[in-house]
């Protein structure tokens, strides 16, 4: 599915200022806020869906080439980490919704498990 | 140069995870007798009982560090280690701010007693200190460090709450005194990690919930025992330096 079209569907908003192209998809998602596990369970070109926005979140997208990040619950990255997000071409994507309900949401929308 | 066999991680009956049985007088028999000289306390986003532990080591070649097992947004636990209690009290403050007004329920979290030099009883803390503080990992070393505190951050290699788990690997930007690694662990397994931030020293310490528990897994070789001393063994400078030990 286009990430344009998650976007709309879940009501995001972006925290980085990168254009969102028509070659940006994702099938996959993964949920955790354990960076360890993700690291060894998100697949490539998955969504993340996690409520933590310190740095070390991009640097784990990058190296598993994720599509975007669903930071949730109104977590907040700071300037630097949004800085270093746009060097990565992360998209950092935001919601006041829940962990659960933006997995839910995903499914219903036809993303499954990474 | 002297070298003081030192534990920089303890917990006492205020961290509602610590035996019932670590009062100050307890503690202080327990480090006297494994031939510990240096003791930080650092109980759970708390630092009520460090007086207590420093009267009841009176008279004792046994010098007790100010500290505090400070837990981050991320869910990591940062021991911070100071010189002085008003140093503590000056991150205890800034902790009190950010630490979310929940209760304890001791029947599942276990008790929060602040005591007395004796051990007995003068009030229980409320509020759960077993939780995360809104302090970044980064701020909270920034402020450790604008304390003139040492930030170590504890059991790295620990799935709860150790560094590693919760953020996959030692970020590059962050001032790291020293690294505490799990009491069983190799440190050839942290230091052979490509994140490892080289020269960083790592450390072993009891993080003594029991008595029986309390360890000095580490000497230091240092003139005095200051954290300006500690902090040149961890840099191996001016010829401190620091050596693990087995078990007495």
């Known amino acids: 599915m286009k990430l344009n079209e998650i976007t709309q569907k879940l009501n995001l908003h972006q925290f980085t200022n990168q254009e969102i192209g028509s070659d940006d998809e994702a ?24 409520l933590q926005a310190h740095q070390n979140i991009v640097a784990v997208a990058a190296l598993l080439e994720l599509t975007a990040i669903i930071i949730t619950e109104n977590a907040l990255p700071d300037e630097a980490t949004i800085h270093k997000a746009n060097q990565e071409g992360i998209k950092l994507m935001g919601t006041s919704e829940k962990n659960f309900e933006v997995c839910g949401k995903l499914w219903e929308i036809g993303l499954r498990s990474s | 140069m002297k070298t003081y066999r030192a534990d920089l991680h303890l917990h006492t009956v205020l961290s509602p995870c610590a035996d019932i049985a670590m009062i100050p007088p307890v503690i202080i028999d327990e480090a006297v007798s494994s031939g510990i000289h240096i003791l930080a306390v650092t109980d759970h986003n708390h630092t009520a009982n460090i007086q207590s532990v420093q009267r009841a080591a009176r008279g004792y ?5 100010a500290g505090m097992e400070l837990q981050t947004a991320e869910d990591i636990h940062l021991l911070c280690i100071f010189d002085t209690m008003d140093q503590a009290s000056a991150l205890q403050e800034i ?44 701020s909270a070393m ?10 170590i951050p504890a059991h790295v290699d620990r799935q709860a709450y150790g560094l590693l788990p919760a953020l996959g690997f030692f970020p590059a930007d962050l001032h790291y005194d020293a690294i505490e690694i799990f009491k069983h662990s190799d440190p050839s397994s942290i230091t052979s990690l490509p994140s490892y931030p080289a020269g960083v ?36 400078e001016d010829g401190r330096y620091i050596k693990h030990v087995q078990r007495n």
């Open chain 2, 61 to 65: 070649d046994l010098t007790i560090l």
């Open chain 1, 27 to 50: 099938s996959l998602a993964y949920c955790s806020d354990m960076l360890s596990c993700v690291m060894t369970g998100a697949g490539h070109h998955s969504i993340w869906v996690t």
């Open chain 2, 95 to 138: 902790v009190d701010h950010l630490l979310p007004a929940i209760l304890n329920k001791p029947d599942y979290f276990g008790e929060q007693f602040i005591v007395d030099e004796t051990g007995d009883f003068i009030r229980s803390e409320d509020r759960l200190l077993l939780n995360s503080t809104a302090l970044t990992l980064q």
């Open chain 2, 201 to 236: 020293s790592v450390l072993k310490n009891s993080d003594a919930h029991f008595p029986k528990d309390i360890h000095g897994a580490c000497c230091y070789c240092i003139e005095h025992p200051t954290i300006e001393e500690i902090r040149k063994a961890f840099k191996g």
């Open chain 2, 142 to 151: 920034e402020h450790i460090h604008a304390l003139n505190g040492l930030a």
